[in-house]
């Protein structure tokens, strides 16, 4: 036992009505625990009990109770699961260690039917298992929102940029509109200095000197008045341009749109369909499994109630006969045909669990068409209102041009109105006074508007370099995102390529310590293929498990999985759940490893596999003949009674 596992707390499993067991209570210290004992002495249901505390819902109810119940206990913590029959299915609640028992179940829980050790017996895609637990979706949809954050990015930038380079350009501009500023204000200050001096030299009357300035004033009103309407007009003529700018884009995008090929309501139909189908699919894959669990039990004997009180042996019992009695028609049978008709139902789950597949990409497949469709035609719709919309601003701002251009017109004429009602007052230097007058007026309302243009040059170049300010900022978030999309890019080739190097250098190792004759080597390689999905071709990464054995004469040749033993298969199995182990970090979910099932392999070898995976789990609990568990270190805690 390694210094960290000394420091572990004492597991406390508690067991009711589980598999073949009525009622069993078991301490695990931290380190190895071997279940040792016969056939039928309730090994697996224990090692099913304490994977149900942990959360998987691979574990079976006695089959005489309605409920039965696991308490795990570890340190201070304390862990429940409940199992209740409902009809012909076993439900399960509580509170476990795991919310989510996927990991758990493909890597650490080892039992004869664990997916991962069958992939390898089977010859399944091992790349399929590996990356199960990765959410290879939600890494695309991530990976597609961050492109997009980053094209906003880069964007927004890229404007930033343009802003610094017209800077010089808004600054040479302003400078340009002070010195004008500053001129029509030495303009306006030498005629105002030029109309007093006239003033003092005209002898008039103090009300004919109010009402000339009275008409002057009323004059310059009426243009200033004029300013305003000519700006209006300027800034409708602007929007209407915008506007027609607008529509065009929105007919073009209209008449390129293209109607979908598929009806959304066929597709949605289809999906509905192919729904159904699934879940019958899950149905029976769900049935099958508890059919197929259930008779393994029974083959093994774990299913056969034993009397702790009877006078002889169960397990000598069913070894001395050739037939059993069929547990589900009642007559004798010979086993051999109970395990091909087991075998058969395997070979049908996994036929099942295939279309299972199949129907779950196709409905992703449709599902993502469907989503297309819907936001084609929303985008559509969306392009059809605003157009609508646009028009109608269309008529109403050539409306509001209309207006303002007669508005226009009717200003000029009464500012010519007013001009020559002011010409018409009679005072000595009438001429020079009304040139001055106007000219000042005139030279007035430039520099009200250069003031003006130079307060809001002023705040244009504030508001710029406020906003180059703030690139610095949105470079380092650009560049993070790109540290993110490489990270999320590469995720799936990390996990990948982790799991084939975890194998390949484990199943070396082991290869070495068991010491299988002519077997020099078994490894993965990792490939990329074309496979199609639905109506397209596309690049699906590929586990192929290569075998290389060396013959009589010393010559290297590659073998397939069928030729391995069975020994060597149960090995390479075990070895590929545990490079999963490793690489999805299930130590850090659940720190339990549990083995079942090792009786192909032979008693010195087992005790050399439980060696080498003990350093790799705080808790290692293993289910093994007597004769198996007696070549194992006497260090290890040995269980015998299991109630």
Not at 18 to 35: F, K, M, N, R, W
Not at 348 to 358: I, M, Q, V
Not at 478 to 493: G, I, M, N, S
Request: aromatic fraction near 4%; hydrophobic fraction near 35%.
């Amino acid at each position: 036992m390694s210094a960290d596992q000394l420091s572990k707390p004492t597991v406390r499993v508690r067991a009711r009505n589980v598999g073949g067991i009525d009622d069993a209570e078991v301490t695990l210290p931290p380190g190895v625990s071997v279940l040792t004992g016969r056939n039928a002495t309730n090994r697996t249901s224990f090692l099913q009990a304490v994977m149900a505390g942990l959360g998987s819902d691979r574990a079976s109810l006695k089959g005489s109770a309605d409920e039965g119940s696991v308490t795990l206990e570890i340190g201070e913590e304390t862990y429940t699961r409940t199992l209740r029959r409902t009809g012909s299915t076993v439900s399960f609640g509580g509170d476990p260690y795991l919310d989510d028992p996927e990991l758990a179940d493909l890597f650490a829980f080892l039992l004869e039917n664990n997916e991962a050790r069958r992939a390898v017996a089977r010859g399944d895609d091992l790349r399929e298992v590996i990356m199960r637990p990765i959410d290879t979706d939600r890494i695309d949809a991530e990976i597609e929102s961050c492109k997009r954050e980053r094209e906003s990015l880069e964007a927004e930038i890229e404007r930033l940029d343009d802003i610094e380079r017209d800077l010089p350009e808004l600054e040479a501009k302003r400078t340009e509109k002070r010195s004008e500023l500053e001129e029509a204000r030495e303009d306006l200050a030498t005629i105002e200095a030029e109309i007093e001096e006239l003033d003092a030299g005209v002898e008039e009357s103090r009300d004919r000197k109010e009402e000339l300035e009275a008409a002057f004033q009323r004059v310059r009103d009426a243009r200033s008045e004029l300013e305003d309407v000519e700006f209006d007009l300027e800034t409708e003529r602007t929007t209407l341009r915008e506007l027609r700018e607008e529509r065009e884009e929105l007919s073009e995008t209209l008449s390129e749109a293209s109607e979908p090929e598929n009806d959304p309501d066929w597709l949605a139909g289809r999906i509905e369909e192919l729904r159904r189908r699934k879940r019958s699919l899950d149905e029976r894959t769900s049935e099958l499994g508890s059919v197929i669990g259930f008779n393994e039990e029974m083959l093994e004997g774990e299913g056969i109630a034993i009397d702790s009180a009877g006078a002889d042996d169960p397990t000598d019992a069913l070894a001395a006969e050739q037939e059993t009695t069929c547990w589900t028609c009642g007559s004798d049978v010979d086993e051999s045909r109970i395990e091909e008709t087991v075998d058969r139902l395997r070979d049908l789950r996994a036929d099942l669990l295939d279309e299972r597949k199949e129907v779950r990409s196709s409905i992703d497949e449709l599902t993502d068409e469907q989503a297309a469709v819907r936001q084609r035609r929303s985008e559509r719709e969306r392009a059809e209102r605003r157009r609508s919309e646009v028009d109608a601003e269309i008529e109403t701002t050539e409306s509001r041009i209309d207006d303002l251009e007669s508005a226009a017109t009717e200003q000029e004429e009464r500012i010519a109105e007013l001009e020559a009602e002011a010409e018409t007052i009679d005072v000595e230097g009438h001429d020079a006074v009304l040139d001055l007058h106007r000219r000042a007026n005139g030279t007035e309302l430039r520099v009200e508007k250069l003031e003006s243009e130079l307060e809001e040059i002023d705040e244009e170049i504030d508001e710029r370099e406020a906003a180059v300010e703030d690139r610095t900022e949105l470079e380092a978030q650009r560049e993070e995102l790109a540290d993110r999309l490489t990270e999320l890019r590469t995720r799936v080739d990390r996990i990948e390529e982790g799991a084939v190097e975890a194998f390949n250098e484990h199943m070396a190792t082991v290869l070495d310590i068991l010491g299988y004759d002519n077997l020099d080597r078994i490894w993965i390689e990792r490939r990329t293929v074309e496979v199609r999905e639905g109506r397209r071709k596309v690049s699906r990464t590929r586990f192929d498990l290569h075998i290389i054995r060396t013959d009589e004469d010393g010559s290297a040749y590659e073998d397939t999985v069928d030729h391995l033993s069975e020994s060597e298969r149960e090995v390479t199995g075990l070895v590929f759940a545990l490079a999963g182990y490793l690489v999805h970090d299930v130590h850090e979910v659940v720190p339990f490893v549990v083995l079942d099932s090792l009786e192909a392999i032979d008693a010195d070898r087992i005790a050399r596999v439980v060696d080498y995976f003990r350093d790799h789990a705080d808790y290692l609990v293993a289910a093994l003949l007597p004769e198996d568990a007696a070549g194992l270190s006497e260090e290890y805690s040995y269980i015998e009674d299991l109630g």
